[in-house]
DNA sequence: TTGCGTGCAAAGGTTTTGCATGGCA
DNA sequence: TGCCATGCAAAACCTTTGCACGCAA
């Protein structure tokens, strides 16, 4: 089925290449923004929102909200690879990871809850190694 | 470690009393007012967050930021027991739910990446049997 | 030429904050 | 009495929307 009709501008252009570059971290709306800005690739606020909207409906762009976070984050798609987030709640480091365990998690809930998991957007939370390690060396201090 | 001084007020009471009624549910900001409010125990909106921010940092309650909502929601934290939450991207309903094997991801992903998960905030979301049953009709509608 | 896309500005909705007042200990 | 908590209103913040104009096909 295609989607209704649609042009193609510079607008388009410059943000889906901008989140193409860089598909390994999570950008917010601001960061694209900044991003472009700075190679004179300015684009309204409007047009960002609105064609964000339209890729991650179109499951181009996943769309994230992380806890304790007022503001989306966007990355780009760029395979079916099945990855798993890992964000750390003292630092902010995120991880992406593949997890065969984790598809036994989703298989489980299945059978379990009748539950179809939508595995792309599973995100866990947690301490990072280096935050670990912070938090003991406060509890030596204390 | 004590924390600063603090009174105990009839607010603070409503409060936690109405999310320690409803722990089985998460309950937006609005949803709490709401309810005081049928109650006559009437609570500012000020005064909720404010409070709310604090039971959260004291880890009495649990705050979520579903995927897609605006606004975040609530819930009382009974004991430490873990679970997991699975939330229907169709109908919005919410399943609290144990699973083994999601021990089993943590000690993996902790033996892997270092990541030491908070299993407090795991959130999955998948689409729930009905819901799963309505995709069907309309498949075969179309 | 047609009508979708853009930019601007304003609106919308949730949460936070400043400040004067109230109430707990 | 001292000082934290409250309520009100305004501000802050991210995102969405209305509208006129611009531009792709």
Same mark, same amino acid.
């Given at each position: ?7 193609? %501008? ?17 950008? %917010?709306?601001? @960061? ?7 190679? @004179? ?54 991880? /992406? %990871? ?13 059978? /379990? ?9 599973? %995100? ?12 003991? /060396?406060?509890?030596? @201090?204390?």
């Amino acid at each position: 089925m295609e989607h209704a009709k649609s042009y193609n %501008t510079k607008q388009k252009e410059y943000i889906l290449s901008y989140l193409k570059k860089h598909k390994d971290v999570y950008l %917010t709306a601001d @960061e694209i923004l900044y991003g472009l800005n700075k190679k @004179e690739e300015v684009v309204s606020r409007a047009t960002l929102y609105r064609y964000l909207d339209c890729l991650v409906e179109q499951s181009i762009v996943k769309k994230i909200l992380f806890q304790n976070e007022t503001k989306a984050s966007y990355q780009y798609i760029e395979s079916t690879c099945k990855k798993y987030i890992l964000k750390c709640t003292s630092c902010g480091k995120i991880v /992406n %990871t593949d997890c065969s365990d984790l598809e036994n998690v989703c298989r489980h809930l299945q059978e /379990n809850h009748n539950f179809l998991i939508d595995e792309a957007n599973i %995100t866990l939370y947690g301490e990072c190694q280096d935050c670990q390690k912070k938090e003991d /060396n406060h509890h030596e @201090e204390d």
